[in-house]
């Protein structure tokens, strides 16, 4: 196991690329407005910067609800409910080649 003093933070050979200081990333940066978020945006449920949505104390909290379809008589197992519609595609004509000597 390597020899490194916890006093210096949990990256201590890590350099900023927000702030150019040693001893954290980029995503725990105090002068990063953006978080873990680069090209902007949060969390989807709370919206905060500092985590992503499988990491949010908010849906740790509150309970998951599952829905499940119901299976009909006779209805295969992998059974796919297609709501939209294939788009009509149009046929490609085929266009002559003409190779010249």
Not at 20 to 46: I, Q, T, V, W
Not at 55 to 72: H, K, L
Request: glycine letters at 10%; aromatic letters at 6%.
């Amino acid at each position: 196991k390597a020899k490194v003093d916890p006093a210096l933070g949990e990256f201590p050979f890590a350099k900023c690329f927000v702030c150019g200081e040693m001893g954290h990333l980029s995503r725990s940066c105090p002068d990063n407005p953006k978080g873990l978020y680069a090209d902007g945006g949060g969390c989807k449920l709370c919206g905060s910067v500092e985590h992503l949505k499988k990491d949010c104390p908010e849906s740790q909290n509150s309970e998951r609800m599952v829905t499940v379809g119901r299976w009909a008589k006779g209805m295969s197992a992998d059974y796919e409910e297609i709501l939209d519609a294939p788009k009509p595609q149009k046929p490609k004509t085929k266009i002559p080649k003409v190779v010249n000597f």
